[in-house]
């Protein structure tokens, strides 16, 4: 097992990665301050590991809540649902609330617990290799609206996350790809050398193989962990994170929730933004191939929806909550392994990106 | 005009007290840092100072957001209509939140600045004399759930408080002495210095007279800013302010929300908590008349509803926010001038307050 921690002064946590840590009690129950907890998961996580998370919590009060699956109830309603359960379980201000499954159960679980009696302790039990990555760490928790992603949340931090790279055995390669796209984005925006072991290790990833996995999970994580302690509450540099993702929500959005995976939309969304720093003259035309074959080696999409058009992408990237007074910035690749935000791009460019699909 | 502080460290924010204060726009100015704002406010008090509020925001782009008046509306489903009026006017993370109305208007309108974009600025300009001496002050905001009070929440706390006491020249007297019920919990858990001055003085107050209410607002919320920089997030002080409220949310929930108004179910509430702490032996039997005769001459109601049975108050209650791990504690009184929080109370005492009905 791995340790890292997210460092946020009394509000540090730590990130277990390892196998097998769903059967270990002794990592969770330090966290469970009080006599009660509830284990939110949806409708294909919860036959598969239900069981063995409440294994570890005999003797306190247990209830669970299962979600329908998918980005499409990802919802205020479906929220809704999570706080009547509660309440019908007597859940107070100590109960403990687990989030086991992919990124929309870890986020609608997050804010449940940010908003349940204005605050509970939860943990994060992510089972995709895109929540372990990604979603779970950092206390980004929220829900979507019809008019664009992530829209209503809250930042909102965990008592622990615990990743058992075990559960991705039970993961679909779709999921493995998306997953794999938001790993692929950490070397892209600041850590060249695990970009270089990634174009190496791709093969290896995508064959599933035990080594690799950890390894990119691990890095990933310390990624995100030193990023997130440096700018909890993004008013920096921790919008490098959405490197694709003004794009890809957009895609999302556009397409309707749950029709293109988040790790799909983030993987065309990023080749967007790396065309559009090739048209600034920041990425070569090479470097643009570079990025388009990784995300390609990951089977994953590359092109954007021909459906949605140039005017629908600039709607809904005009919510974005990289907007600020009107203004929306983007993050481009300064050159491969160096992210940067900015509003100064030409929008001509942009245009000539959004109108080529 | 009178100014308190709420201490919370980077936090910290500014109460304005007295007339006129909706025309000096140099006082709300100042905390609004994008260049757009969004304006929540009801139907009953927008058509009243919504002009007034506008005309301090030139050069801003604003839009206003007018809900349907009442606690049956302080729900999730209408808060998602202040986001889906945000996203329609493109408000984004810059874009600060004013709420301009009552208690209602103040929680949601402050949960939904909680929650737009994980968190905007906002600005609570409370028009109601329950909402000038209580819920503006301190950051509880949030919404109800058909199962409990104020369920769904945040800790989440303005950058001002902007509190014209001209405004209650429009409020009603029924919502006038719902005020006056907060007033008098201030007296009753910590101020009796306080308390002796409302005995003398309720009658002024009543009258509406203008010194009267700006120095009974002005020790409130002096009292309130107090309380909430010691303990922001309740872990213990801050609960005292809660006298009455346990029982007066089991009364609000039990007979609808809205049927009740929130500070009449807390004046009824508060003298339940009296005789509980006379059944406890704390107050005697003259203490127990001196609370219900000091509401009596607010003209609020002190005998719970006919209607509402002890059992349905022990359901209602057993969901209050102050059940730790299955425990309630109550906010009593050892003395007049005293509150006190507690689970160690006699169930059976509590039974029979709830059984005299």
């Given at each position: 097992m791995q340790t890292l921690t997210v460092d946020l002064g009394d509000r540090s946590y730590p990130i277990y990665i390892g196998?097998?840590?769903?059967?270990?009690p002794e990592l969770i129950t330090p966290f469970i301050k009080g006599k009660s907890t509830v284990t939110v998961s949806n409708e294909t996580v919860a036959p598969l590991y239900m069981d063995k998370v409440q294994q570890n919590l005999q003797g306190l009060k247990n209830c669970q809540v299962t979600l329908p699956d998918g980005e499409k109830f990802k919802t205020l309603e479906v929220l809704d649902q999570i706080f009547s359960s509660m309440l019908e379980n007597q859940c107070d201000r100590r109960t403990t609330l687990l989030a086991l499954g992919g990124g929309v159960v870890g986020d609608m679980g997050g804010f449940a617990a940010a908003c349940y009696q204005r605050g509970v302790n939860f943990i994060q039990i992510p089972t995709t290799l895109l929540s372990m990555v990604d979603s779970s760490v950092g206390g980004k928790t929220g829900v979507n609206h019809p008019m664009g992603k992530n829209m209503i949340g809250a930042f909102y931090q965990p008592q622990c996350v615990l990743i058992d790279t075990d559960t991705l055995s039970t993961l679909d390669d779709r999921e493995l790809s998306a997953g794999l796209a938001e790993v692929i984005k950490y070397g892209l925006i600041g850590d060249p050398e695990f970009l270089d072991w990634l174009t190496k290790n791709m093969s290896a990833l995508m064959a599933r193989e035990t080594d690799a996995l950890s390894y990119a999970i691990y890095r990933s994580c310390q990624n995100k962990a030193r990023v997130v302690a440096a700018d909890e509450r993004e008013a920096g540099q921790r919008a490098l994170l959405n490197l694709g993702h003004t794009f890809g929500h957009a895609i999302e959005t556009g397409m309707g929730?749950?029709?293109?995976l988040h790790g799909e939309a983030v993987a065309t969304g990023t080749v967007m933004a790396a065309e559009l720093s090739h048209n600034m003259g920041w990425l070569s035309a090479d470097d643009l191939e570079f990025v388009k074959n990784i995300f390609l080696k990951a089977n994953l999409p590359v092109e954007p929806p021909a459906s949605l058009s140039a005017d629908e992408f600039m709607q809904h990237m005009s919510?974005?909550?990289?907007?600020q007074d009107g203004v929306l910035s983007l993050v481009l690749l300064r050159q491969l392994g160096e992210g940067v935000l900015t509003s100064d791009y030409d929008p001509q460019a942009l245009r000539a990106v959004l109108e080529r699909q």
């Open positions: 196998p097998g840590l769903l059967s270990k929730y749950g029709n293109w919510r974005d909550k990289k907007v």
